[in-house]
């Protein structure tokens, strides 16, 4: 809580005096007015949390107690001794609050103060995002917040923002959003509590469950799951050699750098639900484009992790061409695997029968057909 001196910039407190005498008493009022307005010149201690928490104190010389009116909520008056004070919660706005003095010898002085409570604009907004599939679990913090809403993304130009649960200076939560595979701007909206708000927005990507046909052009596709094994590299690229057979923006860069294991490799899940498996009724063949700078060097492609105790299934083409894109056809449909079989892993390795000397090939459109 920060103490405020009222000033005109500040709360500009101007106070309206009225006096009351009893019969009897002194008419001499140079006392109270000595405890009056020219000495309540620093009565209102203003949080600035967002809380609207208001420390009132009445000061004066020669006061023997106060009454005070918060003009705000239900407290009614209440009766302060020197030295004391009352706190009380504004919501934002602007309120009159009354003081009525009383000298020791019960004279009056009724003092109305202007109190102006303002909300600063929340900052520094952190969200966390964790995903499980395709449902995201969001928390998020932001200074001087007595209120988030998130607006999730993916409903449209009249989306309804969902508030998340929390309270000032803590986490807020939001329930768990389920989306479909897309790309959506998530937007974050810290409340202060009165009209200042402040808003983040972060970029969403939702895969789809990873499957063929793959042609590493999708947004909603994630080329880096899985991984590699052996000491080889990949990387989703612009396709360096568009033409021919292949005139695709992006390509997948397949690198066996000097000293790679001969049975080095790369993997993809295809387990759900971060995939879709390889249905062998789907197609026996697996066809795949091809671009190398040697002729003869075996491209295997290999189909894993098979249901109903199928094993591993292994097919290697060799390049027939140089320098220009051609389609490789792994037939395995010819190998006699069972109708229904399904297989949750596609492994790539490249001439495993030496080891690496920085050979580089690429990749694209692996699919599936008959």
């Not at 900052?123 to 809403?149: C, E, K, P, R, V």
């Not at 469950?209 to 690229?237: D, H, K, R």
Request: net charge negative; with cysteine.
């Amino acid at each position: 809580m920060k103490k405020i001196i009222l000033s005109f910039t500040m709360l500009s407190l101007l106070a309206v005096t009225s006096c009351s005498v009893p019969d009897g008493i002194d008419t001499n009022l140079s006392a109270l007015n000595s405890a009056g307005s020219a000495n309540y010149d620093r009565i209102f201690d203003i949080s600035t949390d967002n809380s609207g928490l208001v420390r009132v104190t009445p000061l004066g010389e020669g006061v023997s107690k106060s009454i005070v009116t918060l003009g705000h909520g239900d407290a009614g008056e209440l009766t302060l001794y020197p030295g004391q004070s009352t706190t009380h919660s504004y919501p934002e706005g602007s309120y009159t609050v009354t003081i009525v003095s009383y000298d020791i010898a019960g004279v009056a002085t009724t003092n109305t103060y202007p109190l102006q409570v303002t909300y600063v604009a929340p900052a520094n907004i952190n969200a966390t995002q964790n995903f499980a599939g395709t449902t995201l679990n969001l928390t998020a913090t932001a200074d001087y917040a007595n209120g988030m809403l998130v607006t999730w993304g993916d409903g449209g130009a009249n989306e309804v923002p969902t508030v998340m649960t929390g309270t000032l200076g803590g986490t807020f939560t939001a329930p768990a959003h389920t989306y479909a595979p897309g790309v959506y701007t998530l937007t974050v909206t810290a409340l202060s509590g009165g009209a200042a708000t402040t808003s983040a927005t972060y970029p969403i990507t939702v895969f789809a469950p990873y499957s063929l046909p793959i042609t590493y052009e999708s947004p909603i596709q994630n080329y880096s799951i899985g991984g590699t094994f052996g000491g080889v590299s990949v990387a989703v690229v612009p396709n360096p050699f568009s033409g021919g057979l292949n005139t695709s923006n992006t390509v997948w860069r397949y690198t066996k750098p000097s000293g790679a294991a001969s049975w080095s490799g790369t993997w993809t899940p295809l387990s759900t639900p971060n995939g879709t498996p390889i249905n062998i009724d789907n197609g026996g063949k697996i066809r795949v484009l091809v671009y190398s700078t040697e002729v003869g060097k075996m491209l295997n492609v290999e189909i894993e992790q098979g249901s109903n105790g199928v094993p591993n299934q292994v097919l290697k083409v060799a390049s027939t061409v140089a320098n220009q894109w051609e389609e490789l056809v792994f037939d395995f449909g010819a190998l006699g695997i069972p109708a229904g079989t399904t297989f949750n892993q596609l492994v790539f390795r490249y001439n495993d029968i030496a080891d690496g000397f920085g050979e580089v090939i690429y990749i694209d459109n692996v699919r599936q057909t008959n």
